[in-house]
């Protein structure tokens, strides 16, 4: 190709999308925003300025993935978000239990590209908002630096999901930088001047052990003097990535435009760090240690926050306040940081969290003056001090999910984001979400198109929790540690378990609750019982005079005492767990939460889960039996445990566990959704941790589906997801469909949150 010289300037190659919706921002928030929409059939276009998905959770940045569930680190049991992103995490563990985030990058690609309904532009960096009117925007212009070509992309409604908010901002849509003063929002926890008003960004970086010596010089713009980082005596040759959360700059910046600047000075503190670790003498053990990779772009915390028709506030959070219109939900602490990050006195984090999840409302998620503009990721309406909660990758997914299906509602029925406050549409949005796997707390499925409403329901057996077999080893009471149990209202039935004393001594037990069905804090003592014990092995029946209040778990806490250990089982069951008061150091976890202060917090002890292959149950008989698994269970409207179980389990010793729905008359059936247990309890990070499973073990195996005839309509063997949603390609005209469960991945008990007809 030759072309003449031309006095005239060129244009670049020009392309038009037009779409329903426009995600402007390819991270976790804006992947699970276009996904969520595409599958409900409107067509996307997902803008992403880097050449990988994922954003802070990408190979680019590698950062962990968390959300409520805290490391397993606070009191939010079962926790963990639900729909696309319980999806992707499930798949990652499945592929990638070591964490590599290359493969965890090639699941988002696959998820992304295996939907037709979304087209992706990689590369592409949006930089120009065109408006139809004031509050309207028509347009978004976009350039891809790897094929030089401009994108104009048009679409009825918009979603920024893009971290800084570009396409906010352009657009003029209202948001704040820093931090609201005390006074505003009567939040106690509002920082200072002094602590500083914004969170700032970090680089990580990984090394790896080559087996002989390798020699380091470090790079002229390095940091020399270690001791200008505070905390350096905390740096250990052996931290990878973001085990390095705390090498964070740029408070005292503009978190927006002084990006470059702050990345330079965070490349100055990890090279000075490393050079520290390998030529210092500190670390002998460094010596065939060399660095793997170092971060090329920071990872971004705060910048823009945008306004909406509800800003979160700190007394949403801590109160765990209720909402008409809640699509999502929270529950990381509220987890701010000193302004000037790695060179501060201060400690790294200030970290409090709440007794349990906490709601995140839809007026959340739109700007308040951009009439068509949906706001997902970490810059939704909140203030400082509810952003220091709601920032995590694994909230900012979940609120981007209900971003997404609200697109969906508003091409439905041709309205705008604030349009579906009314109380008709977003009881229907509520709906549609739960039927995707999101969790809403305090939300019950209650779609009146699910034929399951109108079935009779027949198992082969409901799972009864009689006794746990003690064919586990001891745990020792080294810190306390309690069995918890779902129970109905009214009398605690009497629980026996197997104790070993190394000497005389007295076991003392309290019997406790919630104070809210909607949390697992253990905060109501029921009663307390000193069992006196001898040396040796012993039954010890728990016998209770205490009356429980209302339908909810039971804390039976056996209090600390190095001088007896308990028989565990290695019977695991799905909504029963054991937990521990010990300490999370990661998660600001001391065993208990003390303010010293009035700052808005609340006081009260943690009481958490241990991981796979510990966390077993206790060794146990309920000679009375608690029958809270029945088949019942399918149609209550809730997909994880919380004030109960919720789930259907057959018995063990069921050989053909099977679940049958049966019809008054013939039904047409064009569509069935099952949930089972992927154990929301785990918090799946993507990074850094080793998994010891690549399934949860309460998860179904396999399953079949029959019709009245007993002939196959379906069958799936390997399932690893929580949700199957089957499309049946003919129609299945039948009075009864019965689902045949082949086993779980763990040997427990098999069963079904939910089964949906339609």
Request: hydrophobic letters at 40%; one cysteine or more; glycine letters at 8%.
């Amino acid at each position: 190709m030759l072309k003449e010289q031309s006095i005239e300037s060129r244009e670049l190659k020009t392309r038009e999308y037009i779409a329903d919706l426009v995600v402007t921002g390819g991270g976790l928030a804006g992947v699970c925003c276009a996904i969520t929409a595409a599958r409900e059939g409107i067509k996307v276009i997902l803008v992403q300025d880097r050449p990988v998905l994922g954003g802070n959770s990408s190979s680019e940045v590698r950062l962990w993935v968390l959300g409520a569930t805290s490391h397993m680190g606070n009191n939010n049991r079962w926790a963990r978000e639900g729909g696309v992103i319980d999806e992707i995490m499930t798949e990652n563990i499945f592929r990638n239990p070591e964490g590599n985030p290359l493969i965890y990058d090639t699941i988002l690609l696959e998820k992304v590209t295996n939907e037709p309904n979304i087209t992706l532009l990689l590369n592409t960096a949006a930089f120009e908002v065109n408006k139809s009117d004031a509050a309207t925007i028509e347009s978004v212009t976009a350039f891809c630096s790897q094929n030089s070509t401009l994108y104009h992309l048009k679409a009825p409604i918009f979603c920024d999901a893009s971290g800084d908010g570009v396409v906010g901002f352009l657009a003029g849509a209202a948001f704040r930088m820093g931090a609201e003063s005390e006074a505003e929002f009567g939040e106690k926890f509002a920082p200072g001047k002094e602590y500083g008003e914004l969170l700032g960004h970090s680089l990580y970086f990984y090394t790896k052990d080559t087996g002989r010596p390798v020699k380091f010089v470090p790079p002229a713009y390095a940091l020399k003097d270690i001791t200008e980082i505070p905390r350096y005596k905390r740096i250990t040759s052996g931290a990878q990535g973001c085990q390095f959360w705390w090498i964070e700059y740029g408070g005292r910046l503009d978190t927006v435009h002084d990006t470059e600047t702050i990345k330079w000075e965070l490349w100055k503190v990890v090279y000075g760090i490393w050079n520290y670790i390998k030529n210092s003498g500190e670390f002998p053990e460094a010596e065939t240690m060399t660095l793997e990779w170092v971060g090329q772009i920071p990872g971004k915390r705060e910048s823009r926050r945008f306004e909406g028709d509800y800003m979160l506030i700190q007394q949403d959070i801590v109160e765990q306040r209720t909402h008409q219109d809640a699509v999502a939900y929270g529950g990381w602490s509220i987890d701010l940081h000193p302004a000037d990050g790695v060179f501060s006195e201060k400690p790294a984090c200030n970290q409090w969290h709440s007794k349990g999840v906490y709601q995140i409302p839809f007026r959340s998620l739109y700007s308040h003056n951009i009439s068509n503009l949906l706001l997902a990721g970490r810059i939704i309406s909140a203030s400082h001090v509810a952003f220091g909660s709601s920032r995590v990758m694994g909230t900012s997914a979940c609120a981007a999910q209900a971003a997404g299906m609200a697109a969906v509602f508003c091409t439905r029925y041709d309205v705008q984001p604030k349009a579906l406050l009314s109380d008709e549409l977003i009881h229907e949005l509520q709906q549609a979400l739960i039927r995707t796997g999101q969790y809403i707390p305090q939300l019950f499925a209650r779609d009146k198109q699910d034929l399951v409403h109108s079935a009779t329901i027949s198992a082969s057996s409901e799972y009864i929790l009689k006794h746990l077999k003690a064919d586990g080893d001891v745990i020792s009471l080294e810190a306390s540690m309690a069995q918890m149990l779902p129970l109905k209202a009214g009398k605690i039935p009497a629980v026996t378990v197997f104790a070993e004393a190394i000497a005389d001594t007295e076991l003392l037990v309290s019997l406790r609750t919630s104070s809210r069905t909607t949390h697992h804090t253990p905060d109501v003592v029921l009663q307390e019982l000193t069992v006196p014990l001898t040396r040796g092995v012993q039954e010890v029946t728990l016998s209770f005079d205490a009356v429980l209040a209302e339908d909810n778990y039971i804390f039976i806490c056996f209090m600390k005492n190095p001088v007896i250990s308990l028989k565990s089982s290695g019977e695991r069951v799905s909504g029963i767990l054991t937990v521990f008061n010990k300490t999370n150091p990661a998660v600001s976890n001391y065993g208990a939460q003390q303010p010293t202060e009035d700052i808005g917090m609340e006081a009260f002890e943690f009481w958490c889960p241990e991981r796979r292959p510990a966390g077993k149950n206790l060794a146990l008989k309920v000679q009375e039996g608690i029958a809270l698994f029945g088949a019942v269970n399918i149609r209550n409207g809730i997909n994880r445990p919380v004030a109960q179980p919720n789930i259907w389990l057959a018995s063990q010793e069921d050989a053909d566990p099977k679940l049958t729905l049966t019809w008054a008359k013939k039904q047409t059936i064009t569509e069935i959704e099952l949930v089972f247990d992927t154990d929301f309890d785990h918090p799946m990070e993507n990074v850094i941790y080793h998994h010891p499973e690549t399934a949860m073990p309460f998860c179904v195996e396999s399953f079949v589906i029959c019709d009245e005839n007993k002939k196959v309509v379906l069958e799936v063997k390997g399932n690893h997801q929580s949700l199957h949603r089957i499309k049946l390609a003919t129609p299945l005209c039948t009075g009864s469909i019965t689902i045949h469960l082949r086993g779980t991945h763990g040997g427990t008990p098999p069963g079904l949150f939910a089964i949906r007809c339609y």
